[in-house]
């Protein structure tokens, strides 16, 4: 992965591939101003992309989103780090206003040097947080870089539909859909699991061995988990795995519902069949 535009349309193509794939929520709203500026951000909309009250949640996440980093890691941020060779710290005082972008695109989301872009129809699954990490941590390497954005999201707006990283993973385990987080494969492509995955593999080195040693490895060169952890990958990776099995989620109602709705859907549910299609693939 790479901290230029290409690279981050790469990272998250699945998690816009699904969103993409649903129907806009929110009506085209005529007559709105094509910007909302506030101290810390400044919002632009593509004609149509979001109604008023659709706007002021989008600006109410990222408010919330950016506080809750600011009073936990202003120290180990680098915002808008991209492709710059800039590292500034998080300071409020000094930071010019994150640019977000928001459009109407069946695309993708992405983040770089220049700030965010959303597309409107994935603001209700909270990309706009993921994004927002994306921007503020800068760049690393899969599936470090996927696993924080998708954890630290996780954190800030709860998962989504009551089915955790962990939870969906070990379904994921359980259907034998996971296959490696294998950095040279993640490179070529991530699916809905493999975030998932790098979610809770994060949670777990993030709790096992804590933010500063996290990010050691974060900031560090690729795959030297040895030198963050002193274990090598394939151990963390057996460790992770255990440590999935110990948390017994499989006795669970929300293990139950995630795992009948990534194997049948939602179709024998009556769902439409826009959210029908996402949720086939078991995505968030
Ligand atoms: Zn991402």
Redesign the pocket.
């Given at each position: 992965m790479s901290g230029i535009r290409a690279g981050r349309v790469a990272?998250?193509a699945l998690m816009v591939h699904a969103a993409g794939c649903r129907l806009a929520p929110e009506a085209p709203p005529p007559g709105l101003p094509s910007e909302l500026r506030t101290e810390r951000f400044h919002l632009r909309f593509e004609e149509g992309s979001l109604d008023a009250g659709a706007r002021a949640a989008l600006l109410a996440e990222l408010e919330r989103s950016l506080a809750a980093v600011e009073a936990d890691f202003s120290d180990v941020t680098r915002p808008g780090s991209f492709g710059t060779g800039r590292a500034p710290a998080l300071d409020g005082a000094r930071l010019e206003p994150i640019q977000v972008r928001v459009v109407l695109s069946a695309g993708r989301c992405f983040t770089d040097a220049r700030g965010i872009e959303l597309v409107a129809s994935h603001r209700e699954r909270h990309h706009a947080t993921?994004e927002l990490i994306?921007y503020l941590f800068g760049p690393s390497w899969h599936p470090v870089d996927?696993g924080l954005?998708c954890y630290l999201t996780e954190r800030l707006c709860g998962p989504i539909k009551q089915a955790g990283a962990d939870l969906r993973t070990v379904v994921a385990l359980d259907l034998e859909r996971f296959r490696s987080l294998i950095p040279e494969r993640l490179d070529r492509q991530m699916s809905r699991v493999d975030y998932d995955a790098a979610a809770s593999f994060v949670k777990y080195l993030i709790e096992t061995f804590g933010w500063a040693r996290f990010f050691d490895l974060y900031r560090g060169v690729k795959r030297n988990y040895h030198g963050a952890f002193g274990r090598s990958e394939q151990e963390l990776f057996s460790a992770w795995r255990e440590r999935l099995g110990r948390l017994d989620l499989r006795r669970t109602r929300a293990y139950y519902r995630f795992r009948a709705r990534s194997t049948i859907g939602l179709q024998e549910a009556g769902a439409p069949p826009s959210q029908r299609r996402a949720e086939g693939e078991a995505v968030d």
């Open positions: 990272l998250c993921h994306h996927e954005a």
